[in-house]
């Protein structure tokens, strides 16, 4: 299991109405944790994990995580 996340993700995360499930994966994925090892740390499977960051690349509209953590940091440093 991961650790709570910080402030920043959580305003990021109800800014674009990600569930906790969802703020806590986006996390992982700030931290550098591949989705794989999102599932074995949450104890998901990979699937649920990719099905999770799908979901959040649609609610955030962007089309890659390398696009959802662009948009991140660029809301943060506002």
Same mark, same amino acid.
């Given at each position: 299991?991961?650790?709570? #996340?910080? =402030?920043?993700?959580?305003?990021? !995360?109800?800014? @674009? %109405?990600?569930?906790?499930?969802?703020?806590?994966?986006?996390?992982?994925?700030?931290?550098?944790?591949? #989705?794989? =090892?999102?599932?074995?740390?949450? !104890?998901?499977? @990979? %699937?649920?994990?990719?099905?999770?960051?799908?979901?959040?690349?649609?609610?955030?509209?962007?089309?890659?995580?390398?696009?959802?953590?662009?948009?991140?940091?660029?809301?943060?440093?506002?």
């Amino acid at each position: 299991m991961i650790g709570e #996340p910080d =402030a920043a993700i959580v305003t990021f !995360g109800q800014k @674009y %109405g990600l569930t906790s499930t969802e703020i806590e994966i986006l996390d992982g994925l700030l931290q550098g944790q591949t #989705p794989s =090892a999102l599932a074995e740390n949450t !104890g998901r499977t @990979y %699937g649920t994990v990719r099905w999770h960051v799908q979901n959040i690349l649609e609610k955030c509209q962007v089309n890659s995580q390398k696009g959802l953590l662009s948009e991140f940091y660029r809301l943060i440093r506002q």
